[in-house]
Every structure is written in structure tokens, then in C-alpha cells.
């Protein structure tokens, strides 16, 4: 299993970016899809998440709500992030992540087994 992060960068205050992270090694339409972050001394969070059957079943931290978007494409193994009207406490670590086996809870980084590398995403004027 393979999960390789992209699309991270420096951003200003209300701006926008769009994660990728492109899944291999498992049937991608099959598993449920999740994005957590990690800021400096702090532990990892989570973000957003997709169940394997897309469209309405997505899930989002409080923090995000309204600003993020989770979406997948089965097709080219890959879900993304999209990140409207940034905030400076937004700057983290991003990762996607998935779990061996269906969740039932989708907001635990335990349930997760396999993890992308990170990508960074600095929000700063």
C-alpha cells in the first residue's frame, strides 16, 4: 500500500490549495479515505474523511466545516482536499490515511493503518 501525498505550499490568510493523494497497492474503491494534520507540538488531528461509497457520507472536524471540501475520484485512485479561506492555524503537516477494514468511527488515527508521507501546507501573509 502506497498513499503519496501532493499539492502543499505557502499560502496567504484567505487563499486557497487543493490536496492530492494518490492511493496504489489496494482496490482504492473499496476502502474509506481520510486526511489528518499535524501542527508543531501538537498531536495529529483529524480533518475530513470519506467513506468508501462516496458522496454524502463525508465527515468533517468542526474547524473545517464549511471551508473544506473532501472529495474522491475512483477512477484515477485518489482523494483530495480542497481548502477554501485559509487560516494561519491551519498550517500543518497534512496526511491522507487509510484503514485496513470499514470504519465505523472515522475521527480516530488509531483506526488508521497506512499513512501518506505529509504535505506541507504554511498559512502566512
Known amino acids: 500500500v502506497q498513499l503519496v501525498e501532493s499539492g502543499g505550499g505557502v499560502v496567504q490568510p484567505g487563499g486557497s490549495l487543493r490536496l492530492s493523494c494518490a492511493a496504489s497497492?489496494?482496490?482504492?474503491?473499496?476502502?474509506?479515505m481520510g486526511w489528518f494534520r499535524q501542527a508543531p507540538g501538537k498531536e495529529r488531528e483529524f480533518v475530513a474523511a470519506?467513506?468508501?461509497?462516496?458522496?454524502?457520507?463525508?465527515y468533517y472536524a468542526n474547524s473545517v466545516k464549511g471551508r473544506f471540501s473532501i472529495s474522491r475520484e475512483n477512477a484515477k485512485n485518489t482523494v483530495y482536499l480542497q481548502m477554501n479561506s485559509l487560516k494561519p492555524e491551519d498550517t500543518a503537516v497534512y496526511y491522507c490515511?487509510?484503514?485496513?477494514?470499514?470504519?465505523?468511527?472515522?475521527?480516530?488515527?488509531?483506526?488508521?493503518?497506512?499513512w501518506g508521507q505529509g504535505t506541507q501546507v504554511t498559512v502566512s501573509s
Open positions: 470519506i467513506s468508501w461509497s462516496g458522496g454524502s457520507s463525508t
Open positions: 490515511a487509510a484503514p485496513k477494514y470499514r470504519l465505523t468511527n472515522y475521527y480516530r488515527p488509531g483506526d488508521y493503518d497506512y
Open positions: 497497492g489496494f482496490t482504492f474503491s473499496s476502502y474509506d
